[in-house]
């Protein structure tokens, strides 16, 4: 069973930072991907950024240039900084983790970016 626990969510001004974590536990094979998502009120889940094992990052458009993704293979945590924030950031953000064709994904945690 994997389990993951995000937290670093919360209330920020636009143009504000915050940075989001992921703690993976369990039995998790060495080569996996991570990756953040987000779900605003009314709208479809949708990629945010994601991080292989070797470490190669990838983003939306719309995040590139704000958002950075990192790992910490030895910690088994994936983090989010997020610089610039805008209020169209406001979502519920959750992190995944994908190896040998299993998907797990956390319970989310809110960002809210107010203008």
């Known amino acids: 069973q994997v389990q993951l626990v995000e937290s670093g969510g919360g209330l920020v001004q636009a143009g504000g930072s915050l940075r989001l974590s992921c703690a993976a536990s369990g039995t998790i094979f060495r080569f996996n991907n991570r990756g953040w998502y987000r779900q605003a009120p009314g709208k479809e889940r949708e990629l945010v950024a994601i991080?292989?094992?070797?470490?190669?990052?990838d983003y939306a458009d719309s995040v590139k240039g704000r958002f950075t993704i990192s790992r910490d293979n030895a910690k088994n945590t994936v983090y989010l900084q997020m610089n610039s924030l805008k209020p169209e950031d406001t979502a519920v953000y959750y992190c995944?983790?994908?190896?040998?064709?299993?998907?797990?994904w956390g319970q989310g945690t809110q960002v809210t970016v107010s203008s």
């Open positions: 995944r983790i994908s190896f040998l064709g299993d998907d797990y």
């Open positions: 991080i292989t094992s070797g470490g190669y990052p």
